[in-house]
């Protein structure tokens, strides 16, 4: 089906509000009925005792509330987890390819890797799945061990041994990030020349990533994937929307600065300086502004 010489690339994509809209923690902590399950994320986090993203992974083997969780929970959560629109036909489009190009689609998240699967039954083959690996034990069906967390660098880790397996080049390598739990990894994936998503207006990672798509639509990292990876223009990306069934029916190409000004002037009266904050909305074409570019898109 694919001509000997496509270029190959690895697609890989982060789970948690990336290809969701919901934090799969705060789903499970829900059916668990536990409490306060942000603070605890927010308490490790300012720690640094854990990489960023695994925080779950660490409530789930030392918190006594999350001491609980059996795998039929981790499944109950998939299930419940909110998905970002047209996964389906996202995936559907990489598997297929386009003339001259394939894809190897995976999702590497710290999320539970039986919470992912579960949530992207029949989207994504449970093999290209790499996520939190929890060991349960056979008897009480308890969590007993942690095998192994792709969060921070954790997932550069899991990127590198699928390069190797694909045999695909660093500089083939795409990566759809929302979070801090990305930045490791898209800095690794930008500096073999790779290409890297932000979904999210994320201020951390919006800096690091080559563009950020803003849209409840999964199949809308296509636009950069077209344009930037493979240059496609305008009119030939509006046609692959068509060709899957969908309507690229909002793209505004934008570039948003937002400007605090501190006034040090010397103030009148009580001595205190004066403080002017204004939020500077800077719309411009795209291609000529050299900040990330930020688009909105809508697909129907
Ligand atoms: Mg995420």
């Not at 759809?176 to 890297?196: C, E, P, Q, W």
């Amino acid at each position: 089906m694919h001509p000997a010489v496509a270029r190959h690339f690895l697609v890989a994509s982060d789970f948690d509000q990336t290809l969701s809209f919901n934090d799969s923690g705060l789903v499970l902590s829900e059916i668990l009925g536990t409490t306060g399950f942000q603070e605890k994320v927010d308490g490790l986090a300012r720690s640094n005792l854990v990489q960023q993203g695994g925080e779950l992974a660490y409530l789930i083997r030392h918190d006594p509330e999350f001491r609980g969780v059996r795998r039929e929970h981790l499944v109950e959560t998939g299930r419940r987890v909110r998905l970002r629109h047209n996964i389906p036909a996202l995936v559907e489009f990489l598997n297929r390819g386009l003339e001259g190009c394939r894809f190897s689609f995976f999702v590497i998240s710290a999320a539970p890797r039986e919470v992912i699967q579960s949530a992207l039954e029949g989207i994504v083959d449970p093999a290209h799945v790499f996520g939190t690996e929890l060991e349960f034990d056979d008897r009480t069906g308890e969590v007993r061990s942690i095998k192994r967390v792709p969060a921070g660098y954790g997932k550069v880790a899991v990127l590198e041994e699928l390069e190797a397996r694909l045999g695909t080049a660093p500089d083939r390598t795409i990566y759809i990030g929302d979070g801090s739990s990305d930045v490791h990894v898209m800095l690794h994936v930008n500096n073999r020349a790779g290409f890297t998503i932000a979904v999210s207006e994320n201020h951390q990672l919006s800096r690091i990533a080559r563009r950020t798509v803003l849209s409840d639509d999964a199949f809308s990292v296509i636009v950069p994937i077209l344009e930037d990876v493979l240059g496609r223009g305008v009119s030939e990306i509006r046609t692959v929307f068509e060709s899957n069934g969908l309507t690229l029916e909002q793209w505004d190409k934008a570039r948003t600065d937002r400007v605090t000004i501190r006034d040090t002037r010397a103030s009148d009266g009580d001595g205190a300086a004066a403080f002017l904050s204004v939020d500077l909305v800077v719309e411009s074409d795209a291609d000529t502004a050299d900040a990330v570019p930020d688009d909105d898109v809508a697909v129907a």
